[in-house]
Structure formats: C-alpha cells, structure tokens
C-alpha cells in the first residue's frame, strides 16, 4: 500500500542543478530505507543512492559522490535527491524506492517503487 511519486525532474543545463523529491503516501515512511535509482536508455538500473530510516546513513555511487547529496524529512513522509554539477552522463529517468530496513545495492531487494521522473542534462 505503500505508494511513492517523483517530482522535479526535467531539463537542465551542464553544471546545473536540480532537485528531485519522492513523495509517500499510503504509510509513514519510518522505517524505511530509501534507495534512488536511475536507468538510462540502454543500460541496468542502478543505485545512485541510498539513505537509512532514520537517515543517519548515506551512501553514493562513485559516479555521483560529491556532486549529490539525499536526504529525508520522515515529518513530511518526504525523500529529496539534490543533485549539484549535473553531466549529460546523469541523464536518466530517476526512481525511488523503498524498502523496511537496511540500505540495499540490489534492485531486487526494494519492494516499492514510484514511477518515475525523467531528468536530461543536455545544452
């Protein structure tokens, strides 16, 4: 029951900045781990990033470690992705998940998802 929107994505210029946010509904997200992913045309789904349930642990995928940051406001049942020094490379549609305890590498192990939200970084 546990229900997740993106928002923010859109276009953005080389270098910019931008600011995608994950919404719950259906549940409180306390005690969920929530992961963001990210899927480009042609390539696996992968974790860009992950942060715990009470938000004391983060953690980055090489390729985005020092330009992103995650955070969460569980008051506001709320995940953000601010997302700094953006690279045509970072081009994907990004996506939220969740999952009741620890951060998780896998796909697989996150069992709610939203739907996505598309972020190109092109001039």
């Known amino acids: 029951q546990l229900q997740l929107v993106e928002s923010g994505g859109g276009l953005v210029q080389p270098g910019g900045s931008l600011t995608v946010s994950c919404a719950a509904s259906?549940?409180?997200?306390?005690?969920?781990?929530i992961g963001w992913f990210r899927q480009a045309p042609g390539k696996e789904r992968e974790r860009v990033s992950c942060?715990?349930?009470?938000?004391?642990?983060?953690f980055y995928a090489n390729s985005v470690k020092g330009r992103f940051t995650i955070s969460r406001d569980n008051a506001k049942n709320t995940v953000f992705l601010q997302m700094n020094s953006l690279k045509p490379e970072d081009t994907a549609v990004y996506y939220c998940?969740?999952?009741?305890?620890?951060?998780?590498?896998?796909?697989?192990?996150?069992?709610?998802w939203g739907q996505g939200t598309q972020v190109t970084v092109s001039s």
């Open positions: 998940a969740a999952r009741l305890g620890l951060c998780q590498i896998q796909v697989a192990k996150f069992d709610s």
């Open positions: 942060i715990s349930s009470r938000g004391g642990s983060t």
């Open positions: 259906g549940f409180t997200l306390d005690g969920y781990s």
